[in-house]
């Protein structure tokens, strides 16, 4: 079997029950296999003994069962791990394990590299290698599971944060999420599933029409002049485009709110002025602002503000009647914070 072979991890349950039916295999079986990669976390189809060996014999010969492999594990200070991952012929993804109290949030990626290129972040220099498939994309989440111990706990929430953009590979995304929500697959909740963008407008109505996940959009700018530097994919779709689709999508409200990030850049975006522009510019859209500061990487240009102006900031845009929040970094030690990622 070459590498080239079909994953089973590349269909959601209905998708494989579709396929062993087309193969003549019972399609209960799909919901048999699922159990075991998802919720027993085996994929060794050997291993898989509710099903005949002669089932077992001919899967192990059409499909392969793991599409991605740690290469490198790294832990921070405060407790954040970055794996480097590695796809069969040898590209290099990451992803993040944070762990906080009550859970552990993974961040994962979705493209080899990244093509839109934002003006702050790492993964934008890299430019775009290819997307990733189903399988390397639910592959991030099971090698995860596999790094934690007992006293870890369990990947609770999965965030779609890491390199690429998820719109720009968003049929292979909603697979992805239908395998995490299924009760049969990974069973997490939709509402601990969020989805980032930075802004590719007509993809976003198919994106939140696949149930209560979150939308995370990154905003990091107040003007379009500004954001036409940060956020290059602005030229096309300006902030006055993408904030109307958000205003009038009935499938953003309040109990569905957008989650706005803006990183925060020393000089650029970070004025007294801009704090009162945010509020205005997003009024009308059930929303949460996240305020971030920027992680530095190898030729960046750009640093976070001093605290204090920080502060400030979030203070004046809470006086606006805006929910925001501003983040603490976590892993940029081992270049594994937000706009870090680039196989550093």
Same mark, same amino acid.
């Given at each position: 079997?070459?590498?080239?072979?079909?994953?089973?991890?590349?269909?959601?349950?209905?998708?494989?029950?579709?396929?062993?039916?087309?193969?003549?295999? &019972?399609?209960?079986?799909?919901?048999?296999?699922?159990?075991?990669?998802?919720?027993?976390?085996?994929?060794?189809?050997?291993?898989?003994?509710?099903?005949?060996?002669?089932?077992?014999?001919?899967?192990?010969?059409?499909?392969?069962?793991?599409?991605?492999?740690?290469? %490198?594990?790294? %832990?921070?200070?405060?407790?954040?791990?970055?794996?480097?991952?590695?796809?069969?012929?040898?590209?290099?993804?990451?992803?993040?394990?944070?762990?906080?109290?009550?859970?552990?949030?993974?961040?994962?990626?979705?493209?080899?590299?990244? &093509?839109?290129?934002?003006?702050?972040?790492?993964?934008?220099?890299?430019?775009?290698?290819?997307?990733?498939?189903?399988?390397?994309?639910?592959?991030?989440?099971?090698?995860?599971?596999?790094?934690?111990?007992?006293?870890?706990?369990?990947?609770?929430?999965?965030?779609?944060?890491?390199?690429?953009?998820?719109?720009?590979?968003?049929?292979?995304?909603?697979?992805?999420?239908?395998?995490?929500?299924?009760?049969?697959?990974?069973?997490?909740?939709?509402?601990?599933?969020?989805?980032?963008?930075?802004?590719?407008?007509?993809?976003?109505?198919?994106?939140?029409?696949?149930?209560?996940?979150?939308?995370?959009?990154?905003?990091?700018?107040?003007?379009?002049?500004?954001?036409?530097?940060?956020?290059?994919?602005?030229?096309?779709?300006?902030?006055?485009?993408?904030?109307?689709?958000?205003?009038?999508? &009935?499938?953003?409200?309040?109990?569905?709110?957008?989650?706005?990030?803006?990183?925060?850049?020393?000089?650029?975006?970070?004025?007294?002025?801009?704090?009162?522009?945010?509020?205005?510019?997003?009024?009308?859209?059930?929303?949460?602002?996240?305020?971030?500061?920027?992680?530095?990487?190898?030729?960046?240009?750009?640093?976070?503000?001093? %605290?204090?102006?920080?502060?400030?900031?979030?203070?004046?845009?809470?006086?606006?009647?805006?929910?925001?929040?501003?983040?603490?970094?976590?892993?940029?030690?081992?270049?594994?914070?937000?706009?870090?990622?680039?196989?550093?």
């Amino acid at each position: 079997m070459s590498s080239n072979s079909p994953n089973l991890k590349d269909y959601s349950l209905a998708s494989l029950r579709d396929r062993f039916s087309e193969e003549g295999i &019972p399609a209960y079986r799909a919901n048999q296999v699922m159990a075991w990669l998802y919720q027993r976390d085996v994929d060794d189809l050997d291993l898989m003994t509710d099903l005949s060996v002669e089932l077992r014999a001919a899967l192990a010969e059409r499909y392969e069962t793991r599409a991605v492999e740690v290469a %490198q594990a790294d %832990q921070s200070s405060d407790g954040t791990r970055k794996l480097a991952l590695t796809t069969h012929e040898g590209h290099r993804i990451e992803a993040v394990i944070i762990p906080e109290a009550r859970r552990n949030t993974l961040c994962i990626s979705t493209q080899v590299g990244c &093509p839109l290129a934002c003006d702050f972040c790492a993964t934008g220099t890299m430019g775009l290698t290819r997307n990733l498939t189903t399988a390397e994309i639910v592959d991030q989440v099971c090698r995860a599971k596999g790094c934690l111990d007992e006293e870890d706990g369990v990947i609770s929430n999965v965030v779609f944060m890491g390199m690429g953009e998820p719109l720009l590979n968003l049929a292979a995304v909603k697979e992805a999420i239908a395998i995490m929500t299924d009760p049969r697959g990974m069973a997490l909740a939709p509402r601990r599933i969020t989805v980032s963008t930075a802004g590719v407008v007509p993809r976003i109505p198919e994106l939140i029409e696949i149930g209560p996940i979150n939308l995370a959009v990154s905003l990091h700018a107040t003007t379009n002049e500004v954001r036409d530097v940060l956020v290059p994919i602005n030229r096309k779709f300006p902030l006055e485009v993408l904030l109307e689709t958000l205003r009038k999508d &009935p499938n953003v409200n309040k109990k569905r709110p957008v989650f706005f990030e803006y990183t925060l850049l020393e000089g650029m975006n970070d004025s007294l002025e801009d704090a009162d522009r945010l509020p205005d510019l997003v009024r009308g859209i059930p929303c949460k602002i996240n305020l971030i500061p920027a992680n530095p990487h190898p030729g960046s240009r750009y640093r976070a503000p001093e %605290q204090d102006v920080m502060d400030r900031f979030a203070a004046r845009v809470h006086e606006h009647g805006m929910r925001v929040t501003l983040r603490r970094s976590r892993g940029a030690d081992i270049a594994a914070a937000c706009g870090q990622l680039a196989n550093a």
